[in-house]
């Protein structure tokens, strides 16, 4: 199997869903999940590449374990629950400095899953849209009202940018790279990633333009003198 051209990870604080974001996108369906041990990760060919996309383990004690899956990363999904402000908090406190090691010009999104639960996407006609992918949220009284605003994304998001010393004006906007999703209906799973995969390729073509090329040209190679003992020099 070939070495996959670019690596994309999942971060984000336990049970915001991430594994279910993973599965929804490819697998197409809502599995129950256990919480996950360490890390896991799917291969996704997009144009001519290779992708790997990681699920990380959001629990405390496999903290250590995320700089090491977020080696190289081409992009990083900060992934929280809009009904849960503490795990967009915990995005900034715990897992934004598990990205040192990711690439130099790696991506960041932040997305606000569980939109399903929340009010104003019921009233939204996101149920609508949830019943367009057979999976009705369920009546709207059983919704709270949504606890973290898309705002608050795109404050963390433009917070990151300086953060990593990235400028603004040669990145891609907030409001692009902040998304609201539902793995349990599906709303906006494809959109995440699909927008990630587009942005990532050019991006990988570009680096394996810029690298060395692995193959060696021996026409331009001039051809060893022999020495009388015949050794070459
Ligand atoms: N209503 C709703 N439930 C969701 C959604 N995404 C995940 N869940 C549920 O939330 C729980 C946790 O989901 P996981 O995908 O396991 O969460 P995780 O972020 O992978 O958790 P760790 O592996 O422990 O880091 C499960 O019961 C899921 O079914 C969603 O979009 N809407
Ligand atoms: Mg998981």
Same mark, same amino acid.
């Given at each position: 199997?070939?070495? $996959?051209?670019?690596? @994309?990870?999942?971060?984000?604080?336990?049970?915001?869903?991430?594994?279910?974001?993973? *599965?929804?996108?490819?697998?197409?369906?809502?599995?129950?999940?256990?919480?996950?041990?360490?890390?896991?990760?799917?291969?996704?060919?997009?144009?001519?590449?290779?992708?790997?996309?990681?699920?990380?383990?959001?629990?405390?004690?496999?903290?250590?374990?995320?700089?090491?899956?977020?080696?190289?990363?081409?992009?990083?999904? !900060?992934?929280?629950?809009?009904?849960?402000?503490?795990?967009?908090?915990?995005?900034?406190?715990?897992?934004?400095?598990?990205?040192?090691?990711?690439?130099?010009?790696?991506?960041?999104?932040?997305?606000?899953?569980?939109?399903?639960?929340?009010?104003?996407?019921?009233?939204?006609?996101?149920?609508?849209?949830?019943?367009?992918?057979?999976?009705?949220?369920?009546?709207?009284?059983?919704?709270?009202?949504?606890?973290?605003?898309?705002?608050?994304?795109?404050? !963390?998001?433009?917070?990151?940018?300086?953060?990593?010393?990235?400028?603004?004006?040669?990145?891609?906007?907030?409001?692009?790279?902040?998304?609201?999703?539902?793995?349990?209906?599906?709303?906006?799973?494809?959109?995440?990633?699909?927008?990630?995969?587009?942005?990532?390729? $050019?991006?990988?073509?570009?680096?394996?333009?810029?690298?060395?090329? *692995?193959?060696?040209? @021996?026409?331009?190679?001039?051809?060893?003198? *022999?020495?009388?003992?015949?050794?070459?020099?």
């Amino acid at each position: 199997m070939r070495k $996959p051209d670019g690596k @994309i990870v999942l971060l984000g604080d336990m049970n915001v869903g991430k594994t279910s974001l993973l *599965q929804r996108y490819m697998e197409r369906r809502f599995p129950d999940t256990v919480s996950t041990v360490g890390g896991a990760f799917y291969l996704k060919q997009w144009r001519s590449f290779n992708i790997s996309i990681w699920d990380t383990a959001g629990r405390e004690q496999f903290h250590g374990l995320g700089s090491m899956y977020c080696r190289g990363a081409a992009a990083v999904i !900060l992934t929280y629950d809009v009904n849960h402000p503490q795990s967009l908090l915990e995005l900034e406190d715990r897992f934004l400095g598990l990205t040192e090691t990711a690439s130099n010009n790696c991506l960041f999104a932040i997305v606000g899953n569980k939109v399903d639960l929340a009010m104003e996407w019921a009233t939204e006609g996101g149920e609508k849209e949830g019943e367009a992918s057979g999976k009705a949220g369920g009546c709207v009284s059983s919704k709270v009202p949504k606890q973290v605003q898309l705002e608050d994304a795109m404050a !963390l998001y433009k917070k990151i940018l300086k953060y990593k010393m990235l400028d603004e004006r040669e990145m891609p906007s907030a409001e692009r790279m902040c998304f609201e999703t539902s793995a349990k209906t599906g709303y906006n799973v494809d959109l995440l990633f699909e927008t990630l995969f587009d942005m990532v390729v $050019p991006m990988i073509a570009r680096q394996r333009a810029e690298e060395p090329s *692995q193959t060696v040209d @021996i026409s331009s190679c001039k051809t060893p003198k *022999q020495t009388r003992s015949g050794c070459c020099t």
